[in-house]
């Protein structure tokens, strides 16, 4: 047995030091450049092809052709070398996220893009991710790991724990994040980029600024988000963020606030929709606000609010859902379902009169209404 | 803004529709037979004595096993295994006196309804090996049982090909690293088992005139190597035992 | 690589799985709720307040029947850190509807659709039905139906759902006439 452990610890010893060969330099991926077959970078690009075709039939893709064609002009934009190694996909997804394959794959949820007050904002987050791709972090990631959790089991077997399988499925998990410097890293490479091709870098802070007043609002702050997780203190990005962008002049710099709004418009009922079905009441009334402040249409974003309130169903949320119901209805651009909401609030407080009212204006505005039925049927009920 | 692939690829969460992963299911059979295959129990249509088998893109990929247990999946090992699988697999079927064709991911009249038929062909994969190999989630509607559909809209795959059957294959194999080939020598010395590389997979054949599927396998090995066209040739024969063609 | 979290959770199931047990095709009790009579075997699995009964696999078709749902109680349950909307007695049919809805989009599914709500009785209690469509996280198509009432504050609910493909109109019609034996006790 001792001859056993000492052979054992010798063999550690000559793996660890295999495994620590392997990380290598890494140098960033030029425009175009393939990996070579045997690599074991050619492995991971292998596999995200697989997850990139699984992607494209997951039912989960936003196609349509404006909006995706206007999230790769910014990232050209951006970067006019690589924009043509990398191919965007759009994922309904209400949380604010993105994320770059090796391959060439950048995921945007639609909670980025919805939380994004104009161009510039988006372009921050595209300017980063592409830096992720630049920078090959995937790969580096993927040999850290590789030689962190090999190292792992030497220690952990030549100290005579037990090799378990665990221990493998822990590591996978910390697979699919990049590491904090790789973060800071694709913060700074994304605002050269944003500054060369015209974007106000300023932009970049601000992102970081709303979200964390989003988390502050949060019904569940201490909840570990996948976002606030992986990445360096949301404030102190924020600050080195926005000290970067004052290093130079930023006049003649492209916001772009009017055409973010126009073009996102038609999304944003779906994307609130995906956003409040989290059920984070906090969190989504300040997002709201964000939107509102922001200059988004108000009508929608008012009837937003009341559904916010009736959903919460707290102390004087329903009052307060009337309200916002209200004013949306005043405002023009508030959907036909506002007022089936409205009724709902106004039955629920007893208020026949003016819940048949707005049930009956419900039905005058929306005249294929999928639930018909159930609404006469309320009216007659009511009687 | 993480790399976080796998939120999308695997959601976070299991839709009351979703189907279990296979690579999950798949292993987790590890301790049973080395093959186990159901046979339909409907009745067989006559057999047609030069069938026409559409094969259906073969899904395979070989990997490392790292020191610590990931896999690595390796490009070049894949290309390799997989045209090996496919070379085995003209020459089984031909020795069968089948007539093979095979499926074009860029034809096929209505991609979007094709694109289904293999989503719900997963799915029912899934549903089999979870059902009918781990006897805890033995359902009772299946005892003495097996015949799954993909229903009639398969027979749509005919027209394209003229085919008679489709056959789908799904293999992983993977083989240690020098650093886990250490560890499984120091853990033999210590009287401990530590898993090596190992071959996974499974095959379904479907009636494209009925969309039943007729006949299933399921293959696991310690040994074997995709990689090397012989032993290629053995798995494959393995996977297609007791093929009713 | 993919998935390997799956095969944890899978293990986690083996550890204290409950079997599935036959339900033979005549008269069952829901919950010591309500009662109804199939016409065909299923295999049926069981918790807190919900049997779910499928002949094929539930991935591949499932009806789940609900009794006695209470403010608070949720559909299903994901994850510790995926909140699923909580049923209130309050509820309207229609907000029932997007309870419904909500909690399956929640559960990862995509494009998720709650249509044609109407009333409709469950048994002879007043109650209503609509019509569903979603993608599963994989993106298969699937189509449900869903029949529920409200007694007493309790919600009692049948949601059928099943691949579009052939699994959903399989049972389809054998769903529709045993939702016609609903018999509240």
Not at chain 3, 150 to 169: N, W
Request: net charge negative.
């Amino acid at each position: 047995m001792t001859s056993a452990r000492a052979t054992s610890l010798l063999a550690a010893a000559a793996l660890f030091v295999a495994s620590c060969a392997q990380t290598g330099n890494i140098q960033k991926i030029e425009p175009g450049e393939r990996p070579t077959i045997e690599s074991d970078e050619a492995g991971l690009w292998m596999q995200m092809d697989r997850v990139e075709e699984d992607l494209q039939t997951s039912g989960k893709v936003v196609t349509d052709p404006d909006l995706n064609a206007y999230v790769r002009e910014i990232l050209c934009q951006l970067d006019t070398s690589y924009c043509a190694d990398v191919r965007t996909y759009i994922v309904r997804n209400a949380d604010f996220n993105a994320s770059m394959a090796p391959n060439g794959v950048m995921i945007v949820w639609t909670g980025i893009i919805l939380r994004a007050q104009n161009e510039a904002q988006l372009a921050s987050v595209l300017g980063h991710e592409l830096a992720h791709y630049i920078d090959r972090h995937s790969l580096k990631r993927w040999r850290e790991i590789r030689s962190t959790t090999d190292a792992a089991v030497f220690f952990t077997f030549a100290t005579g724990g037990i090799v378990g399988i665990l221990a493998g499925f822990a590591a996978y998990d910390s697979i699919m994040s990049f590491s904090r410097d790789m973060e800071r890293e694709a913060d700074t490479r994304g605002l050269t980029m944003m500054r060369e091709s015209g974007f106000d870098p300023r932009e970049s802070a601000k992102i970081w600024q709303q979200l964390i007043e989003e988390r502050d609002a949060s019904d569940e702050p201490e909840k570990k988000s996948a976002f606030f997780s992986t990445h360096p203190a949301a404030k102190e990005r924020s600050e080195t963020l926005a000290k970067l962008a004052e290093e130079t002049d930023n006049t003649g710099t492209t916001i772009g606030r009017e055409r973010h709004a126009a073009v996102t418009a038609p999304f944003r009922r779906d994307w609130l929709l995906d956003e409040l079905r989290q059920r984070d009441y906090g969190r989504f009334e300040v997002l709201l606000n964000q939107l509102i402040e922001a200059g988004m249409e108000d009508g929608e974003l008012l009837f937003y609010r009341g559904e916010m309130h009736r959903l919460r169903g707290e102390d004087d949320d329903a009052e307060k859902a009337i309200a916002a119901y209200t004013a949306a209805t005043g405002s023009g651009n508030a959907p036909a379902e506002t007022y089936r909401s409205l009724g709902l609030m106004q039955w629920s407080a007893g208020r026949t009169t003016e819940a048949r009212a707005a049930f009956e204006t419900y039905l005058a505005a929306q005249q294929d209404a999928e639930d018909r039925a159930m609404i006469e049927h309320y009216l007659q009920q009511m009687q | 803004m993480t790399k976080r692939m796998r939120r999308i690829a695997r959601p976070e969460n299991r839709t009351w529709g979703r189907a279990l992963a296979v690579t999950a299911i798949v292993l987790l059979l590890g301790a049973c037979a080395q093959t186990q295959s159901f046979l339909t129990s409907e009745n067989l249509a006559q057999k047609p004595a030069n069938p026409r088998v559409l094969i259906m893109p073969t899904d395979v990929e070989l990997s490392e096993l790292t020191t610590a247990g990931l896999l690595e999946p390796n490009a070049a090992w894949t290309a390799t295994g997989r045209s090996n699988v496919d070379a085995a697999l003209d020459s089984l079927l031909a020795g069968r006196n089948a007539t093979v064709v095979r499926y074009d991911k860029n034809g096929g009249a209505g991609s979007a309804a094709e694109t289904q038929l293999l989503k719900l062909h997963s799915a029912v994969g899934s549903t089999i090996l979870l059902h009918k190999y781990l006897p805890g989630f033995a359902l009772p509607t299946k005892k003495d049982k097996f015949n799954w559909s993909l229903g009639q809209e398969a027979t749509a795959l005919r027209g394209p090909y003229g085919a008679d059957y489709a056959l789908f294959i799904y293999l992983r194999d993977s083989f240690a690293s020098d650093g886990r080939k250490a560890l499984i020598f120091v853990g033999a010395l210590l009287g401990a088992g530590i898993q090596g590389g190992r071959q996974v997979g499974f095959a379904s054949l479907v009636d494209l005139r009925s969309g039943e599927i007729i006949w299933f396998n399921r293959l696991v090995s310690q040994a074997g190597d995709l990689r090397e066209p012989e032993l290629a040739r053995g798995a494959t024969e393995n996977l297609l035992d007791e093929l009713p063609l | 690589m993919k998935r390997p979290i799956a095969i944890l959770a899978m293990l986690a199931v083996l550890g204290g799985c409950a079997a599935y047990s036959l339900v033979d095709a005549k008269q069952q009790t829901i919950g010591g709720t309500y009662t109804v009579e199939p016409g065909i075997q299923w295999s049926k699995i069981t918790d807190d307040k919900v049997e779910v009964w499928t002949v094929d696999g539930a991935s591949l078709e499932a009806i789940r029947f609900y009794s006695g749902m209470e403010a608070g109680d949720r559909l299903f349950t994901v994850s510790k850190d995926v909140k699923l909307p909580t049923y209130d007695p309050a509820m309207k049919a229609s907000e029932v509807m997007e309870f419904v809805v909500d909690s399956i989009a929640r559960g990862g599914a995509g494009n998720v659709e709650g249509t044609a709500l109407r009333p409709a009785q469950f048994g002879t209690v007043p109650g209503f039905r609509f019509d569903l469509s979603y993608t599963s996280s994989d993106g298969l198509w699937f189509d449900g139906l869903a029949i529920g009432a409200t007694i007493d504050g309790k919600l009692h609910l049948i949601v059928y759902a099943g691949a579009r493909q052939h699994y959903f109109p399989k049972y389809r019609d054998e769903v529709e006439r045993m939702i016609g034996t609903i018999e509240t006790t």
